[in-house]
């Protein structure tokens, strides 16, 4: 059964950092893209990044480029998210997704989230 | 503003059948494959259609999908109480070097 984990959201001001993990099991992670999309409170799905299974590949949604950074553990089947200069509008529950062998399909299954909220 | 345009909201009665559209254009919809998501109430999204019209395993044949041109539909038969969730369509965009674009999302209400 594949499952996904995510960690690592919490409270922090404006202009801070955070680094979001999820662990996958139950697959051979290497072979998969792997994608964030995050959901701010009461409001719609907005996608965050994608990574290719080798880590060679990475997308970002223009409203994270540059701040965010997407990065992968082969070795670990771990997915990671670098948040910096974080602001307000970040606030979301952030979902880690697993994709397909091919990098731009769909996301199933998704994890459960960890809610990011950031505020002074 | 989200890139594909769904209605806010739907509604029917048990064992109706209802349509959500998903509206978007030449660079996602009209140029790649259509997914749909359903999110039961405080829960994580959920794959619900790949490729069009394509069911998961575990999906029942009451989903289905279509699509023509830029324009998408979900169609939900013999709606039960427990389909009352929020349905978003997505698609990648070939516009915008490899993003994926979501509806605003469409909450059902089963009457």
């Known amino acids: 059964e594949v499952q996904l984990l995510e960690s690592g959201g919490g409270l922090v001001q404006p202009g801070g950092s955070l680094r979001l993990s999820c662990a996958a099991s139950?697959?051979?992670?290497?072979?998969?893209?792997m994608s964030w999309v995050r959901q701010a409170p009461g409001k719609g799905l907005e996608w965050v990044s994608t990574?290719?299974?080798?880590?060679?590949?990475?997308y970002y949604a223009d409203s994270v480029k540059g701040r965010f950074t997407i990065s992968r553990d082969n070795s670990k089947n771990t997915l990671y998210l670098q948040m910096n200069s974080l602001r307000a509008e970040d606030t979301a529950l952030y979902y880690c997704?697993?994709?397909?062998?091919?990098?731009?399909?769909?996301?199933?299954?998704w994890g459960q989230g960890t809610l990011v909220t950031v505020s002074s | 503003q989200s890139v594909l345009t769904q209605p806010p909201s739907a509604s029917g009665t048990p064992g109706q059948r209802v349509t959500i559209s998903c509206s978007g254009s030449?660079?996602?919809?009209?140029?790649?494959?259509v997914y749909w998501y359903q999110q039961l109430p405080g829960t994580a999204p959920k794959l619900l259609l790949y490729?069009?019209?394509q069911r998961p395993s575990g999906v029942p044949d009451r989903f289905s999908g279509s699509k023509s041109g830029t324009s998408a539909s979900l169609a939900i038969s013999g709606l039960r109480s427990e389909d009352e969730a929020d349905y978003y369509c997505?698609?990648?965009?070939?516009?915008?070097?490899?993003?994926?674009?979501f509806g605003g999302g469409t909450k059902l209400t089963v009457l």
């Open positions: 997505a698609a990648w965009d070939d516009s915008l070097s490899g993003h994926v674009v």
């Open positions: 030449s660079s996602n919809i009209g140029s790649n494959y």
């Open positions: 990574i290719s299974g080798s880590g060679g590949t990475t």
């Open positions: 139950g697959f051979t992670f290497s072979s998969y893209a």
């Open positions: 490729s069009n019209n």
């Open positions: 997704a697993k994709g397909t062998t091919v990098i731009t399909t769909w996301f199933d299954p």
